[in-house]
């Protein structure tokens, strides 16, 4: 089950807590990570208390800490560092444990971050990648490119998507990424619609259409177009 999870106010008063204690020791040190500091206070993780909730049973051990283990994963990702070495960092770093919202008693280890992780993304759910050769079979000429592998595949999946509407349907609301995509949603995307920066009326869309370029599929030219000006 989810145990309580600590508010965005409380986070922020915590840290303004811990920074200005450790100001009188560290002042270098915070005033390198002033803007860690500055984009941990501003990022709201409120919204992602009832999309996370529903990861959890309604019984067993409380798990703790999962707000600031999302912090801390953001934490990272600014400043470039593998999990493996994060942990670690946290133990050695003081203002990078204020940041994250932990004290050296209350700080999780690397197994709770991948537990997170399997909560997300479980692993019975996650794509497998299979191998494939990128070396063509047969050589081509100047000129030339290899015809469409799978002619046909688009419609071939639109017949079957009309045929079978429901199990697709079902299908994708259980996507890998769906609880990736409703964080982003609640967390990010509505917060920067409440500050303005994007405008209620934005249409976005995304279109996987094949275009036709100089390039070769195995990475070498076949045009001359950079020679003529053209980049695009």
């Not at 989810?2 to 200005?20: A, G, H, I, S, W």
């Not at 959890?56 to 593998?82: C, K, N, T």
């Amino acid at each position: 089950m989810l145990d309580y999870c600590r508010l965005n106010k409380d986070y922020q008063r915590f840290v303004l807590t811990e920074l200005r204690a450790l100001a009188q020791t560290r002042p270098d040190q915070i005033n390198e990570y002033r803007d860690a500091v500055s984009k941990m206070l501003i990022l709201n993780l409120d919204p992602l208390i009832p999309v996370i909730s529903p990861l959890y049973p309604p019984i067993g051990r409380p798990a703790e800490m999962q707000l600031e283990i999302f912090r801390s994963f953001v934490l990272m990702d600014d400043l470039h560092i593998l999990l493996d070495n994060w942990v670690e960092k946290l133990t050695c770093n003081p203002v990078l444990r204020a940041i994250a919202g932990f004290t050296l008693e209350n700080m999780p280890q690397t197994s709770s971050y991948y537990d997170f992780i399997n909560r997300i993304v479980p692993l019975d759910e996650r794509p497998v990648i299979k191998q494939f050769n990128r070396k063509p079979k047969d050589k081509l000429k100047k000129g030339e490119k290899l015809p469409p592998k799978n002619p046909g595949v688009v419609a071939n999946l639109v017949g079957r998507l009309i045929k079978d509407e429901k199990r697709f349907t079902k299908r994708l609301s259980r996507r890998p990424e769906r609880f990736l995509q409703k964080i982003f949603a609640r967390v990010s995307v509505d917060r920067s619609v409440e500050l303005g920066l994007v405008p209620d009326t934005v249409s976005i869309s995304g279109d996987g259409t094949c275009v036709n370029t100089g390039a070769s599929h195995y990475g070498k030219k076949v045009c001359k177009c950079i020679d003529n000006g053209i980049y695009i």
